[in-house]
């Protein structure tokens, strides 16, 4: 009979939140008849307020004939700080990272617990998605192929940002008497500070980056990925032509039910499949590139010629050198998002008694994000002679593999709105955090705010809220000035824990423990 | 050196036979019986945001509910018995978990049931008593 209770209780929620989109299916199909009024409204009455924001958080100096915006500088800058303030710790440690992922230090009686592993491909989940895709293909379209260099160095760079944060997010997280955990950005900001005598700076710039969360939440990690997602399941099922052309708000409630299922109805089976089959679509993404270049196995050398040509002569690309540079440290931010704290709130559950090895296993992260996928992307567009083509985007992504595989365009489609979803489920959770870290932890507060971010998503999908979107994406680069900026003063705290770990490792007293 | 015994119990009807068998051999073996029950678990499974933030909670009321539904109602019912059993609740894979616990306390002997269905995921993929027969660092007896 209880089991009946859970059940029903289990189902209610999302049949509830069913129901409530069902109730406002006319009313957003009538939306949709005006849409372009409805979305010229909206557009209008936010883009002052989004293009004054968006003006500050990229604010761009102009370097040669392209524009090269600060907030890039500014991650670009703070990771190569913290790579020479740790000694690059992103090579001296790699391998031991790989060990941790592995499991080779977990104590056995901790099984059952959540492990590295599981962090990592949670938080990868984040970030892998349309910047390894599109992204990439945008920065050697502007960039050239030498903007492939500058993405993979910035992407090296920034796993020391990342090895930063996620040390902190573990060190300062909350723990609750039910077990629960709470961490990230805003929890280091408040503690750490409070530590270095500065309690209301902490405090303020933690509620600055919980605001920038909720908003990049809505935004990057909700509507823009239903709009692109739905953009190309278009593309596919016959572009102008296709039935759903028009039909957004159908795309989008069908998207909404299946994120509302997860998030409020906690019907974790659905995450299980997507968070599987992700990697696995990663894995044939990698798989197909690599099939490609080893077809073109000739043309690597050449491929890399190009690379390293472009990086430092910068021909024929607008800007030359400083262009070329621009774009690939723009793209690496743009992907992995180290430095910006998101990935911190889901490495912050791992069950460790030493947060400095959360770090070492988040440093994997842009590594296998922009180092590994991006690279794969780029050598593919570069091999296949699409660069030049005219495309860009997902569209140039698309027509380099199509050249090899015809069939690629169908399962990038189904590759793009896998990685959309399992990232809209990622920022569900960030902007959640943010969320009870403001309001207070209460699940009334909650279901609010898991029942607003499923109806953003159908709003994604319907509308082409240009300035809505740009707000959102600079809300998510706009969370890189509170966390860099903790990062700085808070940088001696992993220094501390790096040197007792590393005492320990090399005494001994931390070992590998024998699994069968 | 006396003897041992390793009984994996899943709380099922077959893992009750295998239990029963064992209890009737360790009375005459006059034999220590240790009865492990394994909480199914990879740490390479994938788990949402909300999962991970949860897990340690979960896997506390996991645990508790484990021993007091299933193993403290066990040892209480074989207090009697004149037997000297212990009860293990371990987190992992289930032959690798018998076999590790089976090493640990040096067992002379390792007893299972077997399901005894002839379904195609076991064919493909294996069942827990015939990865222990492939595994088993002593002798094991799968009870039909």
Request: aromatic share 12%; with cysteine; glycine share 12%.
């Amino acid at each position: 009979m209880g089991e009946i209770c859970n059940f029903r209780r289990l189902f209610q929620a999302p049949v509830l939140a069913v129901a409530a989109f069902l109730a406002l299916l006319p009313s957003i199909a009538q939306a949709q008849d005006a849409a372009m009024g409805i979305d010229e409204k909206i557009n209008a009455a936010i883009s002052p307020v989004s293009n004054a924001i968006v003006s500050v958080i990229f604010y761009s100096v102009p370097v040669g004939d392209t524009a090269f915006p600060l907030i890039v500088g500014w991650l670009v800058v703070a990771a190569t700080i913290f790579t020479l303030y740790f000694g690059f710790i992103q090579f001296r440690y790699f391998g031991h990272a790989i060990s941790l992922v592995k499991g080779d230090y977990a104590n056995p009686d901790d099984a059952g617990e959540v492990s590295h592993f599981q962090a990592l491909a949670t938080a990868l989940s984040g970030t892998v998605g349309l910047g390894n895709i599109a992204g990439v293909a945008v920065a050697v379209s502007i960039g050239g192929a030498g903007a492939t260099f500058w993405m993979i160095l910035a992407g090296l760079l920034g796993m020391a940002s990342k090895f930063t944060e996620c040390t902190l997010g573990v060190k300062f997280r909350n723990e609750y008497g039910d077990g629960t955990v709470s961490g990230g950005p805003m929890y280091y900001l408040e503690k750490g500070f409070g530590l270095k005598n500065m309690p209301g700076l902490g405090k303020g710039l933690g509620i600055f980056f919980a605001i920038c969360c909720i908003g990049g939440a809505f935004g990057g990690g909700n509507m823009f990925q239903a709009n692109q997602s739905f953009q190309q399941f278009v593309n596919v099922t016959g572009g102008e032509a296709s039935f759903f052309a028009d039909k957004g708000w159908l795309f989008g409630i069908v998207m909404a039910v299946i994120v509302g299922v997860v998030i409020i109805g906690g019907i974790k089976s659905i995450a299980r499949v997507t968070e599987k089959v992700v990697p696995f679509m990663a894995v044939i993404y990698v798989g197909a590139a690599l099939v490609i270049i080893l077809m073109n196995y000739d043309m690597v050398g050449w491929a890399f010629g190009e690379i390293f040509a472009g990086a430092f002569t910068g021909a024929g690309v607008a800007g030359g050198v400083v262009g070329a540079l621009i774009q690939g440290f723009k793209r690496a931010a743009f992907s992995n998002e180290a430095g910006i704290g998101s990935a911190s709130i889901a490495h912050s559950a791992v069950r460790t008694k030493e947060p400095i090895t959360e770090g070492f296993v988040s440093l994997l992260e842009p590594f296998i994000d922009t180092v590994v996928i991006c690279t794969m992307t780029a050598l593919v567009i570069i091999i296949t002679g699409q660069l030049g083509s005219g495309l860009t985007g997902v569209a140039l992504t698309s027509s380099a593999f199509e050249s090899a595989f015809s069939w690629f365009p169908l399962l990038l489609a189904v590759a793009v709105i896998l990685f959309a979803f399992s990232t809209m489920i990622s920022w569900s959770y960030y902007g959640l955090k943010a969320w009870t870290y403001l309001v207070g932890e209460d699940k009334r507060m909650e279901m609010i705010f898991k029942i607003v971010f499923c109806l953003f998503v159908v709003l994604g999908s319907s509308m082409t809220l240009g300035p809505v979107i740009d707000f959102s994406d600079s809300m998510i680069f706009a969370m890189a000035i509170p966390n860099v900026i903790g990062l700085y003063v808070l940088m001696p705290f992993v220094k501390a824990e790096l040197e007792q770990y590393t005492a320990r490792l090399s005494s001994g007293e931390i070992r590998k423990f024998k699994h069968s | 050196m006396s003897n041992v015994f390793i009984v994996g119990f899943d709380g099922t009807k077959d893992g009750k036979r295998a239990l029963d068998f064992a209890l009737e051999r360790a009375k005459s073996d006059n034999a220590e019986v240790h009865i492990v029950y394994v909480l199914e678990w990879s740490p390479y499974s994938f788990l949402t945001p909300e999962e991970l933030e949860k897990r340690h909670a979960r896997r506390k009321e996991e645990v508790e509910l484990a021993s007091s539904q299933i193993m403290a109602p066990l040892l209480k019912e074989l207090e009697g018995s004149g037997l000297s059993t212990h009860g293990v609740i371990r987190y992992g894979k289930i032959p690798d978990v018998i076999c590790d616990v089976a090493k640990e306390v040096g067992a002379t002997q390792i007893i299972v049931g077997r399901h005894g269905g002839s379904d195609m995921a076991a064919r493909f993929f294996g069942s827990v008593p015939g990865t222990l027969v492939q595994i088993a660092p002593v002798p094991i007896t799968v009870v039909p």
